[in-house]
C-alpha cells in the first residue's frame, strides 16, 4: 500500500521537475493526496495537498505560485510540478494519502512513501 514516487534528480537553480506518486490496492480518488519534503535535522513540511474533491490546499506559502498539484484518479497518480527551483528546495520529495479525503489532517496520512531526492543546485 505504500506509493511509489519518482521524477527526482539534479536540477540546475531555475530548472523544472515533475515528481510522480503512484499508489496501488487503494481506492484512490477517495483518498486526499499531499505532497511533502524533508532536510536532513529538519522536520518535515507539507508542500501542497489535494483533496478527493480536488480541492487545493499550500501547506507552505498560500502566496506561491512555483509549485503546483494534480492528480489523475484513472491512473492512481499525483502530481507535483516545480518551477523556478532554488537551492532552498533541495529535500527528499514523499506523498502520503488520507482516507478522509480532506486535506484538514495532511500531517496524519494513512500511507506514505519513500520519498524522491530533489537536489537543486548549479
Known amino acids: 500500500l505504500q506509493p511509489v514516487e519518482s521524477g527526482g534528480g539534479l536540477v540546475q537553480p531555475g530548472g523544472s521537475l515533475r515528481l510522480s506518486c503512484v499508489f496501488s490496492?487503494?481506492?484512490?480518488?477517495?483518498?486526499?493526496i499531499g505532497w511533502f519534503r524533508q532536510v536532513p535535522g529538519k522536520e518535515r513540511e507539507g508542500v501542497l495537498c489535494?483533496?478527493?474533491?480536488?480541492?487545493?490546499?499550500d501547506l507552505v506559502d498560500a502566496e506561491q505560485t512555483r509549485f503546483t498539484i494534480s492528480r489523475d484518479n484513472a491512473k492512481n497518480t499525483a502530481y507535483l510540478q516545480m518551477n523556478n527551483l532554488k537551492p532552498e528546495d533541495t529535500a527528499v520529495y514523499s506523498c502520503?494519502?488520507?482516507?478522509?479525503?480532506?486535506?484538514?489532517?495532511?500531517?496524519?496520512?494513512?500511507?506514505w512513501g519513500k520519498g524522491t531526492q530533489v537536489t537543486v543546485s548549479s
Open positions: 490496492e487503494i481506492t484512490f480518488h477517495n483518498y486526499a
Open positions: 489535494i483533496s478527493s474533491s480536488g480541492d487545493i490546499t
Open positions: 502520503g494519502a488520507d482516507a478522509t479525503g480532506s486535506c484538514d489532517y495532511y500531517n496524519a496520512m494513512d500511507y
